[in-house]
Nanobody, 125 residues
Framework: QVQLVESGGGLVPAGVSRRLSCAAS????????VAWFRQAPGKEREFVGA????????RIADSVKGRFTISRDNAENMVHLDMDSPVPDDTAVYYC??????????????????WGQGTQVTVSS
């Protein structure tokens, strides 16, 4: 089992950077991966980015490429999502998800078996 807890959400003025964090615990595996998804009201859950638990491989969705960065702190078992220049369209509940099986970084939510409870990010204009 893997437990995930997101933090860092809240009301964010447009253009002001915000860091979201995901604290991971439990049966973590070196060949696993952690991803961020988001879901806005009335919309489907959307892939934001993913990173391997070990190594430097990352994947970022085109919709946030150049603005969002995903990183990892293995010493603290944390994965961060740095949101630079957020815009109102970035308003959503942001979820951390994990898979602890080997494979390429996936953008489909069904590829991840562990999920956090989500953290609300509201970007004001």
């Amino acid at each position: 089992q893997v437990q995930l807890v997101e933090s860092g959400g809240g009301l964010v003025p447009a253009g002001v950077s915000r860091r979201l964090s995901c604290a991971a615990s439990g049966a973590l595996r070196d060949h696993g991966a952690v991803a961020w998804f988001r879901q806005a009201p009335g919309k489907e859950r959307e892939f934001v980015g993913a990173i391997r638990w070990r190594g430097d491989t990352t994947r970022i969705a085109d919709s946030v490429k150049g603005r969002f960065t995903i990183s990892r702190d293995n010493a603290e078992n944390m994965v961060h999502l740095d949101m630079d220049s957020p815009v109102p369209d970035d308003t959503a509940v942001y979820y951390c998800a994990a898979r602890m099986t080997f494979g390429p970084l996936q953008s489909q939510s069904g590829a991840y078996g562990y999920w956090g409870q989500g953290t609300q990010v509201t970007v004001s204009s």
